[in-house]
């Protein structure tokens, strides 16, 4: 049962907003932070049924302004290496304590956050590589199990486009495009699993708002707001939150 009081609002309305502008215009990877965040007030997996229709009506509206522009063999390689990862996820997830994925999402925050401040910090450095397709599909695997367990399928991509030295809106289109369909891969599972319910089918509606405001957002800051800026809001949150989840899932 969700509590749908102040602190639900209070944290959801933020973390929506600021996971659809990601997607509508950073590249998805720190889209993730909107459910890691939501999964401080709710249950892991009442955040994951509540934030999937959220981020499928942000892909609905984002697609059309990057049309045509993504990077097509690595949208196409990763899109089918996340077919078997959304499989293994799914099969992993009817077995698995509700802890651990706080502890699984919670480690991804920190991980991802540490490889991104590394890589502004000069300490590490992604080499452009040519284009494979056994990498994408692989890139592509873990990119669908991160994305099933807790929305955070941008990291794994982010990692193999970056190495392709595509340019910002390639990349951004690639993300858009892959994901959109990654998000369609779960509904099923998820229906079966038991994940969506009443509750979280109430709190898409009441969210679904602030999901359009961040998309409509992150569209039209694509080309207008530093990256800088916007990425280094995002590692604070993904330090603190996933600082957050691991404590309370040890505890």
């Not at 000069?122 to 592509?140: C, I, K, N």
């Not at 595509?166 to 599972?189: E, G, I, R």
């Not at 679904?208 to 590692?235: C, K, S």
Request: proline share 6%; glycine share 12%.
């Amino acid at each position: 049962m969700i509590e749908f009081g102040w602190q639900f609002f209070a944290v959801g309305i933020p973390a929506i907003i600021f996971g659809g502008i990601s997607k509508g215009g950073f590249g998805s990877g720190a889209a993730f932070v909107a459910g890691a965040i939501l999964a401080l007030v709710v249950p892991p997996g009442a955040a994951l049924g509540i934030v999937l229709p959220l981020f499928m009506l942000v892909d609905a509206v984002t697609l059309k302004p990057y049309w045509g522009r993504w990077h097509w063999p690595s949208a196409k390689g990763l899109m089918i290496g996340a077919v078997p990862g959304c499989i293994i996820a799914a099969w992993l997830y009817a077995f698995v304590d509700a802890d651990v994925f706080r502890l699984l999402i919670g480690v991804i925050c920190l991980a991802f956050a540490a490889f991104q401040i590394s890589r502004a910090l000069g300490w590490l450095t992604v080499r452009h590589m040519p284009f494979s397709a056994p990498l994408a599909w692989l890139a592509g695997m873990v990119s669908g199990f991160t994305s099933f367990v807790s929305h955070a399928g941008g990291p794994p991509s982010a990692v193999f486009l970056l190495s392709q030295g595509v340019s910002k809106t390639a990349y951004q289109a690639t993300t858009v495009l892959v994901f959109w369909a990654v998000n369609w891969m779960k509904v099923l599972p998820y229906a079966f699993l038991g994940i969506f319910t009443w509750d979280t089918i109430m709190g898409s509606l009441a969210l679904a708002p602030f999901a359009l405001i961040g998309a409509w957002i992150g569209v039209r800051a694509h080309n207008l707001v530093p990256e800088r800026l916007f990425f280094g809001l995002t590692y604070a949150l993904l330090v603190l939150t996933g600082v957050r989840l691991v404590w309370i899932a040890l505890a």
